[in-house]
């Protein structure tokens, strides 16, 4: 169940893996690699920064079109 409390401006780990296009395991490889942070809910419910999942998603684009 995802929080319906959610700071304007950030995405839940479901919503980032949606958007990346991945699973929910790779939502935590890419955490565990540096690749990208969480900034804020708890330790179940991981929010992420909306602007930092648009920057990687565009970096994973343009490395695939390279």
Not at 2 to 11: K, V, Y
Not at 21 to 42: M, Y
């Amino acid at each position: 169940m995802e929080s319906q409390l959610i700071r304007p401006g950030h995405l839940t780990a479901h919503q980032t893996a949606a958007t990346l296009g991945i699973t929910l395991g790779g939502v935590r490889k890419l955490v565990q690699r540096g690749q990208l942070t969480h900034s804020g809910g708890t330790p179940n419910q991981r929010w992420y920064a909306a602007e930092d999942v648009t920057a990687l998603l565009v970096k994973r684009q343009s490395s695939k079109a390279a």
